[in-house]
């Protein structure tokens, strides 16, 4: 049973354009939601966080939006660069239990 | 962000060894760490979770007496895959959480390529 689910296996944009990328959760009890970027044969890095009781999160050319109605939460990433290619996860958590993580997107900037 | 380190990034070791895998957070401590295992085009697989001083929490279907996982300190933790086989040959990571008011924060280490011939 996939409870977190990113159902783009990829997605290629043009440089300087917006990435967006998108997460959909059936678990309600998620209150705590990650995006992680990862490198082939790197661990993944994190990104950005957003907790339950909010519904967007911005950090420089990221941003989280969440829609608890529609158990769905997104990425945003603009301008997208070159260097933003990579494969993109986005976790969530329950009551600050084990991290659920979707199957990733790989998103290609093209320039 | 934290970091977390692992060593060694790789590993090549004959069937029937045991191989040694750290996990350590440099510049924070951490309570909780997390065991992966990345197969290829695949999403990270939770193998285990560990609190320092106590026994590791596995995921159904990880064979404990395979995959051991010592939580010392709060600064380390390893993974020993033991009599390794090929199919064990798998990037694995281990991951830190750090807890904050209102929310968590779990860092990631490196990864370790395991190959097993």
């Known amino acids: 049973d996939q409870q977190v689910k990113q159902n783009s296996p990829s997605l290629s944009v043009q440089e300087g354009r917006i990435s967006i990328l998108n997460c959909d959760y059936t678990n309600s009890m998620f209150d705590y939601f990650l995006w992680y970027k990862k490198y082939p044969a790197e661990g993944p890095t994190f990104l950005i966080s957003?907790?339950?009781?909010?519904d967007k999160n911005e950090d420089g050319r990221f941003t989280v939006f969440l829609n608890k109605s529609a158990k769905h939460l997104s990425l945003h990433i603009v301008p997208s660069q070159p260097g933003d290619s990579a494969v993109y996860f986005c976790a969530a958590s329950a009551y600050g239990n084990k991290l659920v993580f979707g199957a990733g997107t790989i998103l290609r900037v093209k320039s | 962000g934290a970091v977390v380190s692992q060593h060694p990034s790789r590993v090549i070791c004959k069937s029937g060894t045991s191989v040694k895998i750290e996990c350590r957070s440099l510049d924070f401590q951490a309570t909780t760490m997390f065991w992966y295992r990345q197969f290829p085009k695949k999403s990270l697989m939770l193998m285990a979770t560990s609190n320092e001083g106590s026994k590791a929490t596995y995921e159904q279907g990880v064979e404990k007496d395979k995959f051991l996982i010592n939580h010392a300190s709060l600064t380390l933790s390893t993974l020993t895959v033991t009599s390794a086989h090929p199919e064990d040959s798998s990037f694995y990571i281990c991951s830190a959480r750090v807890g904050l008011a209102g929310g968590i924060e779990q860092f990631f280490g490196p990864g370790t390529r395991l190959t097993v011939l």
């Open positions: 957003i907790s339950s009781i909010k």
